[in-house]
């Protein structure tokens, strides 16, 4: 009998279990790093690249001038099983250089080690100056036909399906800088539209600090690290920062909207999108009218708590990038709703009184209503970031037939910056070969060579016009883009902004009185942070005049907060009508895609637990179960355990049960152990539902979870619920969850 056989039957059996544990930690579940599940040890049988994630996407497979290749995805990926030179030359050993000998020198001829290492040193591009930190996906987006009264452009026909690519970022933050800092967000997306790419290049605030784009290095200038120190990274508390928008008033209506909640969101998914600029809509006949884009959220506007947003910047950096790709992982595609606002094009270019051209105005939605005109959905993770997510390339220029621009002075010297910038960043002037950046529309463009041209161009007279490529290409009036003969004014060249620009106090002062109290206090608390970390004494008492001519109870909270006397106003504070759109309370919304996190206790029984999970599922939101070791309780995954857990990931909470401290609740190993508590429950439980409690988030318990409510001290409060079961605590936090908070938890001490 072959002696092997039966070291290799128990071999079988180790590894069928676990492969059904493997199976069991991976499944339902987003978060898998890769498409299959690792081994033990080293795989060493020959074999191709596994294929992507099933929500994974890459660029359509098209050529440099816009063809489509009918080539896989793949066919862009690695190729073949086996490593090779950037050739395609079999490589026998890539840990070890060429040496003269075992002990060196490398020899200059090992052209495998020069090409590794030169490739190395040439990853990095440089990083944007604005909008480094970033996240992008995949997805689609279907005109629904009701903008075809306003418009020629054919992506918003109905039932028009057009690929897209977004990317989201922060503003001020480096690469590698959190996801979660106070900071204005970027909402740029791609339409590969079949008339030529449409670039909205939108924001989550949908003003801007300056209304002149001259003043764009100053702003960032002025918002970035201290030059000296390189501090403070991806903030706005620092002296620099109060010191320009406190002297540059216009600022002041994008700083109030930093200041508020929009400036932490909870998701992308829950953020909305502001092209900021009013455009120029043209329809087949010619007619003109003005126009601002709105992207909506189908799951509503939702924030981070300030103290929440701290906590998740030091344990979780990636949090939105992450929450984007786990929603899309586990099937609850974000969605977005594209509405524009529409405004007699009238030569004045006002309306309501609002000047259409100024970007730090808004036009309240109560005046001017935001009417859908298609859907988007993100659908499909990049494949890779570098390729995707890094080079995608926007421009404000990037306009199909029936888009145009208008005189906005903003927009005007975007409409110049954005294509310098990618000269550098991306290499020279064939930033749209890229894969991720190539139009869907055929492309015979009469632009030849440049740095990194990939395109093989034929013919011999890539000029207009000519003979010896047969005319080609020709012009035509058919579906063209059309620069709109709009009038100039005859006026004298000056540097100077209309008067309406002059304004820049009432509509600061509409935002503030919009708000609802819990907003309110929100806004005052981020002020006396801010300034509070400012040196600079004279900037803090110039900032707080700011704050008197919008609004004296903001001025004199904020006041009090920095130990300051709150100024009397230098202006009549503007008489103004509140919009309730401005506002992200007091509206329910749907739950799809939330995190709910469950407490769980493996020493005694978790029948409940199993039926509460699969009721998450149904619910189309995702349950991550929390217990005191990781692996499998009761044939169940555990996702996160006492010591990685934090509240700041969790939409809501469920307690199922009252766990005594595990064995690695040691406040030397693990200081959220040391949180107060009595010996009968793992203070870190406790900890985990104060924290909860404490950023206004529902919670739930049924059986001996009630024990670690009173733990807490929260039993009893709102948006605590009990139940006899856990199916009946998920529906009473379910219906708390459709308002994101539970915020009369906490009255506000303001109107």
Not at 267 to 282: D, P, Q, W
Not at 357 to 378: F, H, R, S, Y
């Amino acid at each position: 009998m072959d002696s092997s056989k039966p070291v290799k039957a128990v071999k079988d059996v180790v590894e069928a279990a676990a492969a059904k544990v493997a199976e069991a930690l991976t499944s339902e579940v987003p978060g898998a790093p890769g498409s299959a599940p690792a081994t033990v040890d080293e795989p060493t049988a020959p074999k191709g690249p596994l294929p992507p994630k099933k929500e994974q996407g890459a660029p359509d497979t098209r050529t440099p001038t816009g063809a489509e290749t009918g080539a896989p995805a793949e066919s862009k990926g690695q190729q073949g099983a086996f490593l090779t030179t950037s050739q395609g030359a079999r490589l026998r050993d890539t840990d070890h250089s060429l040496k003269a000998g075992p002990r060196g020198p490398i020899l200059l001829q090992d052209h495998h080690f020069r090409e590794k290492i030169t490739h190395f040193d040439h990853e990095r591009i440089p990083e944007r100056v604005v909008h480094a930190r970033g996240a992008g996906a995949h997805g689609v987006f279907t005109g629904y036909g009701a903008a075809q009264k306003v418009t020629k452009a054919g992506f918003l026909a109905k039932g028009k399906e057009t690929p897209v690519f977004v990317r989201f970022s922060t503003v001020l933050g480096s690469r590698g800088s959190a996801d979660t800092v106070r900071d204005t967000r970027g909402f740029a997306t791609k339409f590969y539209t079949d008339e030529g790419t449409f670039d909205l290049v939108a924001n989550n605030i949908p003003v801007f600090f300056i209304q002149d784009a001259i003043k764009f290095p100053d702003i960032i200038h002025a918002g970035k690290p201290h030059p000296d120190r390189e501090i403070p990274q991806a903030q706005s508390a620092h002296d620099t920062f109060w010191d320009f928008v406190s002297l540059h008033t216009e600022a002041q209506h994008h700083t109030i909207w930093n200041m508020s909640d929009r400036g932490i969101p909870r998701s992308y998914r829950t953020m909305e999108g502001f092209g900021v600029h009013t455009f120029r809509l043209v329809d087949a006949a010619g007619e003109t009218v003005l126009v601002k884009f709105h992207w909506k959220p189908k799951l509503g506007v939702h924030s981070l708590d300030w103290e929440e947003a701290q906590i998740a910047a030091g344990v979780d950096p990636d949090f939105h990038r992450r929450d984007l790709y786990d929603a899309i992982e586990a099937g609850a595609f974000p969605e977005w709703e594209l509405g524009i606002q529409v405004f007699p094009d009238t030569p004045e270019e006002t309306f309501a009184g609002i000047d259409l051209l100024d970007p730090t105005k808004i036009v309240p939605e109560e005046l001017a209503p935001v009417q859908p005109v298609g859907k988007l959905v993100l659908n499909r993770t990049p494949r890779n970031f570098f390729a995707e997510t890094e080079q995608v390339a926007f421009h404000l220029g990037h306009l199909p037939p029936g888009i145009d621009v208008t005189n906005d002075p903003l927009l005007q010297g975007r409409l110049f910056s954005y294509v310098d910038t990618q000269l550098t960043r991306l290499g020279g002037p064939n930033f749209s070969q890229i894969p991720i950046n190539r139009p869907h529309a055929p492309v015979n463009d009469m632009l030849r060579d440049g740095f990194h041209q990939h395109a093989v161009h034929a013919g011999v007279a890539p000029y207009r016009p000519n003979s010896l490529d047969g005319g080609n290409p020709f012009t035509t009036e058919e579906n063209a883009f059309l620069d709109l003969p709009v009038v100039v004014a005859e006026a004298p060249k000056v540097r100077a902004n209309p008067a309406s620009f002059d304004d820049h106090y009432s509509q600061v002062r509409l935002f503030w009185l919009s708000m609802s109290p819990v907003e309110k206090e929100h806004i005052i608390r981020a002020y006396t942070f801010e300034l509070g970390k400012c040196y600079e004494q004279a900037i803090k008492e110039r900032q707080l005049q700011c704050l008197a001519n919008i609004d004296p109870v903001l001025c004199a909270e904020v006041a009090k907060g920095l130990g300051l006397p709150a100024p009397e106003p230098t202006v009549p504070l503007a008489d103004v009508h509140p919009s309730p759109a401005l506002s992200q309370i007091g509206r329910m919304w749907p739950a799809d895609g939330r995190l709910i996190g469950i407490v769980v206790d493996p020493a005694v029984g978790l029948d409940d637990v199993g039926p509460v999970r699969r009721a998450v599922f149904a619910a189309g939101m995702v349950p991550l179960l929390i217990a005191p070791y990781g692996g499998v309780v009761d044939g169940m995954p555990v996702q996160r355990t006492f010591a990685t857990a934090r509240s700041v990931e969790f939409d809501a909470i469920l307690v199922a049960g009252a766990p005594a401290p595990a064995a690695d609740a040691l406040p030397v190993r693990d200081a959220k152990a040391g949180a107060a508590g009595s010996l009968a429950v793992d203070p870190r439980v406790v900890l985990l539902v104060d924290e909860a409690w404490r950023h206004a988030k529902a919670i739930g318990a049924w059986g001996n979870g009630l024990t670690v409510l009173q733990e807490a001290g929260v039993a009893g409060t709102p948006g605590v619920v009990t139940a006899e079961s856990g199916e009946d605590a998920l529906t009473a936090v379910q219906q708390l969850l459709a308002a994101h908070r539970v915020w009369e938890r906490f009255p506000a001490s303001v109107a």
